[in-house]
């Protein structure tokens, strides 16, 4: 049955969809699971699609889009806003059709990982500390918020300072342009740094502003990047996916300022990092270029 105003998938589809991923992804099997099956009072069967070569489902969706894009489109590049298991489809996807998508991909390496680093240990930490001992909340907020920003802004003056390098190096001379597209990127690493803050709200018992922030983002995403394509082309994508963090990273400045948890000195002396990060890429480009 169609519905007016929404996109039908048929069976054609889905039976067409099969052909153009043959050869493409892994036909995974079915897995019954005892557990599920008797939690569940019912019969429950796992697709192990965690065993395609991104660890996930997402390469099918990804591979099948960018398969039908025109000559014009795969010329342009694709771009995912995604650290996780899409950006991995959408990578290999891009690759195995020799069209590039890495600079975005670059940069959220760096923020996956020091996700992984801060985050999950910062909850906790702030949590203990606003419970037991409200006094060094600020204390151990700053010591945190230390190195990782230091690991973002080096990282950024990196992405900056080798850029280039680092495509030249690692894609061939098709994919030369997305140099000037890592090294706008990596001034989103700028803004990233206060994502971290998120686990701190949590732990205040102040979830709202961690909520305000993440709608912000969407908000500034989805009118930052067609407002600037429309006015400078793909540089003002690129520009816009770097940037849109920038309204909620002031908001992250003033809920933190409303509990004392914001420093003027501190976001002034730890930019240097960045200045470290960038001599080094850029030290780093000379040697290998000359």
Do not use: C
């Not at 099997?29 to 009072?41: D, E, I, Y």
């Not at 969706?61 to 650290?83: F, M, T």
């Not at 680093?117 to 037991?132: I, Y």
């Not at 342009?177 to 990127?185: D, F, R, T, Y």
């Amino acid at each position: 049955m169609t519905v007016p105003g929404r996109v039908t998938v048929t069976l054609a589809d889905i039976e067409a969809a099969r052909e153009v991923l043959d050869g493409v992804t892994v036909v995974t099997p079915m897995q019954t699971s005892r557990w599920l099956s008797t939690a569940a009072g019912g019969s429950v069967h796992l697709k192990l699609e965690n065993l395609q070569r991104t660890g996930s489902f997402k390469t099918r969706g990804a591979y099948l889009r960018i398969s039908r894009l025109s000559e014009v489109e795969r010329a342009n590049g694709v771009v995912a806003a995604s650290a996780g298991n899409h950006a991995q489809g959408v990578a290999l996807s891009a690759s195995l059709l020799g069209i590039y998508a890495i600079a975005l991909n670059l940069t959220t390496v760096v923020e996956g990982l020091a996700y992984k680093l801060f985050g999950t240990v910062s909850f906790a930490v702030f949590s203990e500390a606003h419970r037991d001992t409200p006094g060094r909340l600020r204390e151990l907020f700053f010591r945190m918020r230390l190195p990782a920003d230091v690991v973002f802004l080096a990282a950024a003056g990196f992405l900056y300072g080798a850029g280039q390098l680092i495509v030249d190096l690692l894609y061939d001379h098709r994919y030369a342009e997305a140099g000037a597209m890592l090294q706008i990127l990596s001034f989103g690493l700028f803004f990233t740094r206060y994502s971290l803050s998120g686990s701190l709200y949590v732990a205040l018992g102040k979830p709202q502003y961690q909520t305000v922030v993440q709608v912000m983002n969407i908000v500034s995403m989805f009118a930052l990047i067609p407002t600037l394509y429309a006015l400078h082309g793909v540089p003002g994508a690129i520009w816009a996916v770097a940037v849109y963090r920038l309204p909620s990273s002031i908001a992250v400045l003033v809920f933190n300022a409303r509990h004392g948890l914001q420093s003027a000195l501190f976001e002034f002396a730890v930019l240097p990092a960045w200045a470290a990060g960038w001599a080094l890429g850029w030290g780093l480009s000379r040697l290998v270029h000359h």
